[in-house]
Nanobody, 122 residues
């Protein structure tokens, strides 16, 4: 059984920063790509960032490029999302996901965490 557990969410003022973590456990392949998605109230879940298992390749949504950075520590089975220059539009529940290939669509991932709330006050 695979578990993905997100942490690091919270309330932050606009312009501030947060670092999300996602710890993976269970029978998950060490070669899996990892991704971050988010879902704001009344909106569909959207892609944020993804990283290959080696960390050598990343992709970002246009809305977060230059502000967010995804990284991973395979020794700790953990992926991170450093979020800087946050705005109210970044308010959402953030989910991490694991899948066999780097992907920007929900259906590209096999496993999902429960999510962590990020609220940015303006």
């Amino acid at each position: 059984q695979v578990q993905l557990v997100e942490s690091g969410g919270g309330l932050v003022q606009a312009g501030g920063s947060l670092r999300l973590s996602c710890a993976a456990s269970g029978r998950i392949s060490s070669t899996y790509a990892m991704g971050w998605f988010r879902q704001a109230p009344g909106k569909e879940r959207e892609f944020v960032a993804t990283i290959t298992w080696s960390g050598g390749r990343t992709r970002y949504a246009d809305s977060v490029k230059g502000r967010f950075t995804i990284s991973r520590d395979n020794a700790k089975n953990t992926v991170y999302l450093q979020m800087n220059s946050l705005t109210a539009e970044d308010t959402a529940v953030y989910y991490c996901a694991a899948g066999p290939l780097i992907a920007t669509l929900n259906n590209g991932y096999d496993y999902w965490g429960q999510g962590t709330q990020v609220t940015v006050s303006s």
